[in-house]
């Protein structure tokens, strides 16, 4: 069965300490691995998408890699303006539903100044 | 650019009645997406669409129907509220099945 899961659930960091959320997954063929961030009471706000093992994206103090069982987002001397949740989602390569995207609970994010 | 909207933004419902949530998108996107989250579990798809006049089932339809008669416009309908279909609702839209933008969500309390 396909699934994605992401830890930890929550993390809380201080101002500038560095750390890493992770995202494993099992599909029989990945298409596509994606990053979402989701402030609270607003819609998930699309970060990255990464296709192959080994591809690496960054945005500001945000970089994503993909391995072929997970993905981390790694968040350099974050601000509390990076809390919030992270979602991870990807999609299978699958015959009948290409366009279905397998989502994880998420990560919670919360950065004390 | 307003992106996708969502209306209303709230709702509460008695178990029974029906409603409708409206979608809107003005980046003339191809496919459209109703998904539904609760706490502690990841967004699910309830239907999508992959251009105008069509729609398909994602994971969670029952109790959902869609309709897709504008290329900007995507309803959901609840013809018999359940307090099961408690939840927030969301929209999303994408050009190609990939990178999906997201709208504010409804909240929706059926009692």
């Known amino acids: 069965e396909d699934q994605v899961t992401q830890s930890p659930e929550a993390l809380r960091l201080q101002e500038g300490e560095s750390s890493s959320l992770n995202c494993s997954y099992t599909v029989s063929g990945l298409r596509g691995l994606f990053w979402y961030r989701q402030d609270p009471g607003k819609g998930p706000e699309f970060l990255f998408t990464l296709y192959s093992a080994g591809e690496e994206k960054e945005k500001e103090r945000l970089k994503a890699t993909l391995t072929k069982k997970e993905s981390f987002l790694h968040i350099t001397a974050p601000k509390p303006e990076d809390s919030a949740t992270y979602l991870c989602?990807?999609?299978?390569?699958?015959?009948?539903?290409?366009?279905?995207?397998?989502w994880g609970a998420g990560t919670k994010l919360i950065i004390k100044p | 650019n307003a992106g996708v909207t969502q209306t209303p933004k709230f709702r509460v419902l008695k178990t029974g009645q029906s409603m409708t949530l409206l979608c809107a998108q003005d980046m003339n996107h191809e496919y459209m997406y109703w998904y539904r989250q609760d706490p502690g579990m990841g967004l699910r798809l309830i239907h999508y669409s992959v251009g105008e006049g069509t729609t398909a089932k994602g994971e969670v339809p029952d109790g959902y129907n869609v309709s897709r008669l504008k290329k900007q416009n995507f309803l959901l309908g609840l013809e018999s509220a359940a307090p099961s279909q408690t939840s927030v609702y969301f929209c999303?839209?994408?050009?190609?099945?990939?990178?999906?933008?997201f709208g504010p969500g409804t909240r929706l309390t059926v009692t």
């Open positions: 989602a990807v999609q299978a390569v699958k015959f009948d539903s290409n366009y279905q995207l397998i």
């Open positions: 999303a839209s994408s050009e190609e099945p990939y990178e999906q933008y």
